[in-house]
């Protein structure tokens, strides 16, 4: 693994190691709030990644990033269905992961099953990239965030059992896991140009 500070959470202590984010989840004393998030780093010569093995499959989850020194390659971040594997040095859409995956691009786009969906802002280093599941809903959703404003598009109908990603590109990159928390409630506002994606579906 690389530096501790690869994959480094937002006001951690010293000394944790370069295991900060298991050392983090192993001390949560509830078991639901340790949900399921899968965090990879992908370099354009060797590929990182740090997984938990618990799902995400009940209630509102907030899963927040900021991308750091990525040399304009700002990176990705998304869902995927709980029975992906991302195996190393390999992209979130390869080895069959393209259709069980919704990828939110630095460029604003919104892909799926189809590529560059657009209509999502873009961002860049700095900027707070967050993605909100909502499991209690019907259909099911998440509604993407840039700096805490809403996207137009989101998807609805996800999988029953999903997990958190995120992924960048250059070999000096890095992010922070800035929010990995469970809401109480989630109100979506449905912002101007809102647009609803059915997951398994090629979207326009």
Known sequence: MDEQIDYNVSGSLLGLGQFILLEILCEMTLSQDARQFLVFKQLLYLQQRTKVKENNKDGIVRFEVVFENTGGFYGSLGIADASCSFAAGRHPTQDGNKEKTVRYYYIGELDHISNDTKGNGRYKNGQ?????????????????????????????GIPSEIRFWACTYWQSSSFTVTKFERLVQFTQQEVFGSKALQWGESWK
């Open 128 to 156: 707070r990239i967050s993605a909100i599941v909502d499991m209690t809903s019907n259909p099911r959703k998440v509604v993407f965030y840039v700096d805490d404003i809403e996207q137009p598009n989101f998807v609805i």
